[in-house]
């Protein structure tokens, strides 16, 4: 089974810059959502974005309040999955959490996903 591991997290004042990286054992073959999501105190885990892999095709979604400012991104051997983080705002602060899903359908919802990493805590300062 497919483990993920996370890192990259750390402190940053508003308007910074964080890359967060999220490490798979194996490589990833077929069709798959690999994604970002995230918790924040007393919330629930939400959202934040996914790369989609379905018949050979790549295609990246993002929720709207990180669009712009967040960018997922893979590299060649499709075994790292990368979310480049700029414009930090206080209310990016959380628990960022990667994970993997074995489907070529999109989906936002978390728990439709079958393999979590352990988690990066991102805090952004004002």
């Known amino acids: 089974q497919v483990q993920l591991v996370e890192s990259g997290g750390g402190l940053v004042q508003a308007g910074g810059s964080l890359t967060l990286s999220c490490a798979a054992s194996?490589?990833?073959?077929?069709?798959?959502?690999m994604g970002w999501f995230r918790q924040a105190p007393g919330k629930e885990r939400e959202f934040v974005a996914v790369?989609?892999?379905?018949?050979?095709?790549?295609?990246?979604y993002s929720t709207d309040s990180v669009r712009g400012r967040f960018t997922i991104s893979t590299d060649s051997a499709l075994n790292t999955m990368y979310l480049q983080m700029t414009s930090l705002k206080p209310e990016d602060t959380a628990v960022y959490y990667c994970a993997l899903r074995f489907s070529g359908t999109v989906t936002f919802d978390p728990a439709k996903y079958d393999t979590w990493g352990q988690g990066t805590q991102v805090t952004v300062s004002s």
């Open positions: 194996a490589r990833t073959y077929g069709s798959y959502n």
């Open positions: 790369i989609v892999l379905a018949n050979g095709n790549t295609n990246t």
